[in-house]
């Protein structure tokens, strides 16, 4: 929706009404009294502060906030915490402030947070937007605002760019299993790889797409493609028990393969729904776990290193499944290569 105005801006614009009020009721006052009389003795009003504004202004400023200062205000006072829910804020930012108290309200919430507060490092989050659109000019939305706004503290999960580029062999309350590609940051950039759009509506074509996890058995994608508006912002999951290459979407699907492909390939409305499920279903399978008292060995935070050699079609949870949009998306070699690998899988 284009909300940029920061808070500080919008408070001078609603002080200006009433410092230009001020001047009209007090100053010419004082002018008309002065030409009286010297010994006038002038009142000081007293200062208005934040609190004393309207509610309908307030509304207004509170609608401009980003999601942690809108997080934080509801901590100010009994008012505040009223007001806030009417604020007319960005419907994203909404959802995200749901998503983060779903998170928050979980009873086993602070059991997730030790691995992602002990790893985190800052990065610069525009200019990982600014990547992306270097090789693409359209971001979804609900992604680039995640990565904007989102507290930190709040990684679900070690899925975050500033989550350390590992791979995890374990199910636990603070790590998923699998990689955190979102961390890949090949030349100090986030990557947009290719997929290959296959459907019998249309000849093959590539897609840009975001790898956001992998493991060894389901790839997770953020697609890019904006001409598209039944793929753009939808997550996608891949499933090596579909028989499938991890490289392809075949959405939207014939009616007769939708049952089946539910199952095995998931597809999420968009990136807050896919953050919203994967958390649930997370806890859901550990807690499912820690009640069998499961035990197993596994490896712990394998490091990865750059570059990550491309092997096309792979599932492994460390490997490049295919190349770089950029490099790939408009030369019909690569296209044949993606083909030829559909025919032999």
Known sequence: MGQT????????????????????????????????TSTVVQHTP?????QDLPNELLLLIFSFLELK??????GVCKKWKQLLPLADIHPIRRRMFDLFYHMLDHPRFLDTRPWSLKTLQPFDR????????????AVPEEFRLWIMEWPDRMVPFGMWPGSPFTFHDAITLDEANGTNWLAYLP???????????????????????????????????????KDEPELFGRVIATDVESGDCPIVCRLPRPAEEEEEAEYYNLTYH??????????????????????EQARYTFRKDEPLSYPVD?????W????RPTHPWISSCDDPHVLGEFQRLLRYN
């Not at 919008?10 to 007090?26: H, N």
């Not at 200062?69 to 509801?74: A, D, F, L, N, T």
């Not at 491309?310 to 792979?314: D, F, H, R, S």
């Open 69 to 74: 200062p809108y997080i934080i205000s509801h």
């Open 126 to 137: 525009k200019a990982y937007i600014d990547a992306l659109l270097s090789q693409y000019p």
């Open 46 to 50: 007293q200062k208005t502060t934040f």
């Open 310 to 314: 491309c092997e096309l079609g792979a």
């Open 270 to 291: 968009d990136w807050l729904q896919f953050l919203e499920i994967r958390w649930d279903q997370q806890l859901k399978m550990v807690l499912a776990l820690e009640a």
């Open 5 to 36: 105005l920061s808070l500080n801006n919008v408070f001078k614009t609603v002080q200006s009404p009433y410092a230009l009020l001020y001047a009209l009721l007090y100053g010419h006052e004082s002018l008309r009294q002065n030409t009286f």
């Open 187 to 225: 030349e100090g950039a986030p990557s947009l790889l290719t997929l290959l759009h296959t459907h019998p509506s249309h000849k093959d074509h590539f897609i840009p797409a975001l790898l956001s996890w992998k493991e060894d058995y389901q790839a997770h994608w953020l697609i890019f493609a």
């Open 316 to 319: 492994a949870a460390t490997t």
